[in-house]
């Protein structure tokens, strides 16, 4: 570990992060490591590969690190917002949104339908940014290009995210309500939405790869066409939940305007129905782990784990050495800056990487 530590540090001095990294446009999300991309950076760039798959993509800021460095990237998430974002950024090979289609997504069609604006009705937002993403939603469904559709679709996530106070949809209630002088809070959903299509547009890059993103279980992904896969599942926490259905369920409605998804009704905030996983339970993760390592037995192992969840470094580590000859941890300081209650600690933790070669 020491040497190979010291050889990391070495080659940060003349291998900097790529700069485009920088401009991707992140949302928050729970557990997101975009905060920790140079260290992340730093220890994938010390491994020979080519191919990597992310299964476990959430906001996408990894793959796009991957995607950065000149690999293959492959993509993918059990949640449909997260597989969007992933098509517009890393399966995208140079697709733009241009101004006539912006045109398009902000025409009044009198036939689209008015599910968001009377299903959320002072729930989220204003009337009027309701019946505005009912509009651009109902848009997007008929462009022709599938990487417009998810440019799109992702711009109109992320602006609801900055629309929305703490980024989650937890607690009904009008964001105009909050007189905290944010501009996100101040802006329309138009504006905001308008203002995201340019910040995609710029994050849209063709890296010379055939690169992929899919909706998927990551016990449903082929376990032999990558060189490394790099792994950040949902885990147990000490406090809170980690349930992300909870947190997002309506950026996950919305990016497949709720098709296939049933409402509970009886919610406040309307949620759907939770994605069973099995890493987010004591009684499953561990079994979940193993199965996982030994499905990609064949790859490069990097496993991303932070102190405060379940189950403990050294049992992950054990598991892993029943599938790699060579397991070593690199850690660093972190703090998360999310959770959905006061109670909820934000002490300092340790984030680990665990490589497995």
Request: charged share 25%; aromatic share 14%.
């Amino acid at each position: 570990m020491g040497p190979f530590m010291e050889t990391v540090l070495e080659f940060k001095l003349i291998n900097p992060v790529p700069p485009r990294v920088f401009g991707f446009p992140q949302i928050r999300f729970m557990g997101s490591k975009y905060r920790l991309l140079p260290w992340i950076y730093r220890i994938l760039c010390q491994l020979d590969f080519s191919t990597a798959l992310d299964p476990f993509s959430g906001s996408g800021c990894v793959s796009y690190l991957l995607k950065s460095m000149g690999k293959q990237v492959t993509a993918s998430d059990f949640l449909n917002f997260s597989s969007i974002i992933a098509k517009a950024l890393i399966e995208n090979p140079g697709i733009v949104i241009l101004p006539e289609d912006i045109e398009f997504l902000l025409t009044e069609d009198l036939s689209h339908p008015k599910f968001i604006e009377r299903k959320f009705n002072g729930i989220f937002f204003e009337p009027g940014d309701l019946r505005f993403l009912d509009r651009v939603r109902w848009n997007i469904e008929k462009m022709g290009n599938r990487y417009k559709r998810a440019l799109a679709t992702s711009a109109l996530i992320r602006s609801c995210v900055k629309r929305q106070p703490r980024g989650v949809f937890t607690v009904a209630g009008d964001p105009a309500k909050y007189k905290d002088g944010r501009r996100d809070l101040k802006l329309s959903l138009r504006q905001h939405f308008e203002e995201q299509v340019w910040e995609y547009n710029q994050a849209v890059f063709d890296n010379g790869k055939k690169n992929h993103a899919t909706k998927s279980n990551v016990f449903d992904m082929e376990p032999t066409n990558y060189d490394l896969v790099y792994m950040d599942p949902p885990y147990v926490p000490r406090s809170d939940d980690n349930c992300y259905i909870k947190r997002y369920h309506f950026l996950e409605g919305l990016s497949c305007y709720w098709e296939g998804f049933e409402i509970i009704e009886s919610s406040k905030v309307k949620k759907i129905k939770k994605l069973f996983t099995p890493f987010s339970y004591r009684k499953t993760a561990i079994s979940a782990f193993d199965r996982m390592f030994a499905r990609f037995s064949k790859s490069i192992l990097v496993l991303s784990y932070s102190s405060n969840g379940y189950p403990d470094l050294p049992i992950l580590v054990e598991i892993m050495k029943r599938y790699k000859d060579k397991v070593d941890i690199f850690e660093q300081d972190h703090r998360y800056h999310f959770g959905t209650h006061k109670s909820v600690r934000r002490n300092q933790v340790k984030e680990f990487l665990i490589v497995g070669t």
